[in-house]
């Protein structure tokens, strides 16, 4: 072989260090998740002009500090959780789970796909979490998946060499036999449920239970 026209190949089964992907998640989370606050505020701000008023407009100009306004409401509320839980272990379960879930898919495309009212959504949050999404496919609303659905989704990740991913709720229905292949190479991408009005919630439930309701 002609040395001038040699290539080097990858290496089968590369991975890299574990520090790199710590840096690249932690640069997901500086970087790319403050893409949503921004957009949050403007899906506010179209959606009060829609219904004829102005939308989040009393902190800093235009409101742009709202997302801010919410992270120090959200911190300075009272706490919301079970009385037999362990504190700091209830705080950092749901956040290990969504860093080892980004970190896993830092810099891999993807193709996510999702049965949810709102797919779009699902695939924009992917987006802001610095997932490389390279195709999607959306289906509607509390779809049940078919073994036509598992075959076709399979057949295209094999061909863009993608991995597939798709929401929590989607990915219990994936739970026939089967879906089995599918299920197995799909990552669902963990949610978090934050109440930010604890006490109105804690009535709110309290009234529902209540004799007469």
Do not use: C
Request: net charge positive.
């Amino acid at each position: 072989m002609i040395p001038s026209l040699q290539t080097s190949l990858a290496v089968v089964g590369y991975s890299e260090p574990w520090w790199i992907v710590i840096l690249k998640s932690l640069v997901i989370f500086a970087v790319g998740l403050q893409l949503v606050p921004l957009v949050l505020v403007m899906e506010r701000k179209v959606l009060g002009r829609f219904q004829n008023r102005y939308g989040p407009n009393r902190v800093g100009p235009l409101g742009a500090f709202t997302p801010l306004a919410d992270i120090i409401k959200l911190l300075t509320k009272e706490g919301f959780r079970p009385s037999t839980s362990i504190g700091w272990l209830f705080t950092l379960a749901p956040i290990l789970s969504i860093v080892a879930a980004v970190a896993a898919l830092a810099g891999r495309p993807v193709l996510a796909f999702a049965g949810i009212a709102d797919p779009e959504k699902f695939f924009a949050t992917l987006t802001a979490a610095g997932i490389k999404v390279m195709d999607r496919q959306s289906y509607p609303d509390h779809h049940r998946f078919t073994t036509t659905d598992a075959a076709a989704l399979l057949a295209r990740a094999e061909r863009g060499k993608l991995e597939l991913i798709t929401t929590e709720k989607d990915f219990v229905r994936l739970g026939d036999p089967a879906l089995a292949a599918l299920a197995a190479h799909t990552r669902a991408l963990p949610v978090q449920l934050v109440i930010e009005e604890a006490d109105a919630f804690r009535r709110l439930v309290l009234g529902a239970g209540a004799p007469g309701k």
